[in-house]
């Protein structure tokens, strides 16, 4: 016979001929091992979610930026996350397209997919690297910063021109297709698909 553990009331775990309502020092004293068991295991994943660098802030964001040695300045949470996951994936890179897509890839926290370089004949040059619209305001930072921080993750002497900002707008194939997420938008953007557009540094 399968044996019941009640995990939300701890006194209904009592044989019957123990008191086991609301108002006895059985229910009382349980609950509060209950509470305390329960704090404690929050506790323990909220710990575990902070070891995650998505997933910190405020003063264990700065512990992951001292470690790195990067000063965090003026920035947001954000915004130093991304500066950090920059600093970070640097030195992983090794020039190489694939290398420099990853790079961006994970700085940006996208999929690889959504990133790709559009080269030129002419060498040390790239002329355009397309990155999701979404990434402006998942990382909090100015079109000008996205730049700068894009080129530090670029091989020395690459020449880059412009940044490509995918955007999520497009019109739909048929009169009864409906997508929240590509469409014309509501007056607060909740719904609705976004323009992308190219930022020339």
Same mark, same amino acid.
């Given at each position: 016979m399968a044996i019941i553990f009640y995990d939300e009331e701890y006194a209904k775990n009592l044989p019957d001929s123990y008191q086991k309502d609301s108002d006895s !020092? !059985?229910?009382k004293i349980l609950e509060i091992e209950r509470c305390v068991i329960k704090q404690h295991l929050e506790d323990i994943y909220k710990i575990y979610d902070i070891l995650d660098l998505d997933n910190a802030y405020g003063k264990t964001l700065d512990y992951y930026g001292e470690r790195v040695g990067l +000063? #965090?300045?003026?920035?947001t949470d954000p915004e130093y996350i991304t500066l950090i996951k920059a600093k970070l994936v640097r030195n992983l890179g090794n020039g190489t397209y694939p290398s420099v897509t990853a790079c961006l890839a994970i700085t940006f926290n996208c999929d690889y997919e959504d990133v790709y370089i559009t080269e030129t004949d002419e060498p040390c040059r790239v002329n355009m690297i397309n990155l999701p619209y979404d990434i402006i305001?998942?990382?909090?930072?100015?079109? +000008?910063?996205i730049y700068t921080l894009v080129k530090s993750l670029l091989p020395i002497c690459i #020449?880059?021109?412009?940044? +490509? =900002?995918d955007g999520t =707008?497009?019109?739909?194939?048929?009169e009864s297709e409906y997508d929240e997420t590509a469409g014309f938008s509501d007056n607060e953007q909740t719904i609705g698909g976004y323009l992308g557009y190219i930022y020339t540094g």
């Open positions: !020092n !059985n229910f +000063s #965090r300045g003026t920035a305001e998942s990382s909090g930072m100015a079109d +000008s910063d #020449r880059l021109d412009d940044i +490509s =900002f =707008f497009e019109f739909s194939g048929s």
